[in-house]
């Protein structure tokens, strides 16, 4: 198991889990025992150590995610994730994961992205590859299409009258569009 929480975690047994339940029942308990890998206990040196760089990235991102000044400090680390990928699909799936993966738990990392233009480099630019600005604009993206179908529900709630074609002219997009939504 790989715990990336807060404080550490302690591992447990099955018995003491339901150690509440009848003894009878306990024959009915699977017994096994598990791996225990507690990022919190690692130092951040040891994580990097391992031989697959793009692991240690992905685990550092996880131990430190919660951690905003971590993140302010080290964002670039995430985004130039390797100097010279080994296996792209790897290196590129890696990546992904891990910007996804902050994306979604540090907002501090969303506010660099957004301003990466002006604190990169001309050098990390090249080096954060060009897909990591694809994945942000498709983000960027996706958020402003949502928003404009949310803007189009309430009007359409509020004006159940008007045709797809006036819904779509008066917000600049296709009539298949406003015609999806109307039908959610």
């Known amino acids: 198991m790989l715990y990336h929480g807060g404080p550490g975690l302690t591992k447990e047994t099955t018995n003491l889990l339901f150690s509440t339940a009848p003894r009878f029942l306990h024959t ?13 206990t690692l130092t951040d040196e040891a994580i990097e150590a391992l031989r697959m760089i793009y692991l240690g990235k992905f685990l550092t991102a996880l131990k430190h995610s919660r951690d ?5 400090l080290y964002w670039k680390k995430f985004v130039i994730f390797a100097p010279k990928p080994g296996s792209e699909k790897t290196f590129v799936q890696f990546s992904t994961v891990t910007a996804l993966y902050l994306n979604a738990t540090s907002t501090i990392f969303n506010e660099k ?4 233009d002006n604190l990169l ?23 402003i299409e949502q928003g404009i179908e949310k803007a189009i529900r309430l009007f359409l709630h ?3 009258e008007w045709t797809d074609q006036q819904v779509a002219e008066s917000f600049d997009v296709n009539p298949s569009f406003v015609q999806k939504i109307r039908m959610k």
């Open 158 to 160: 509020k004006n159940p």
């Open 121 to 143: 480099t001309t050098e990390e630019k090249v080096s954060a590859k060009p897909y990591l600005f694809e994945l942000y604009d498709k983000a960027l993206e996706k958020g």
């Open 28 to 40: 009915f308990i699977p017994s096994f025992d598990y791996i225990l890998v507690d990022l919190s």
């Open 113 to 116: 992205l957004k301003d990466m």
């Open 68 to 72: 905003d000044d971590f993140i302010a």
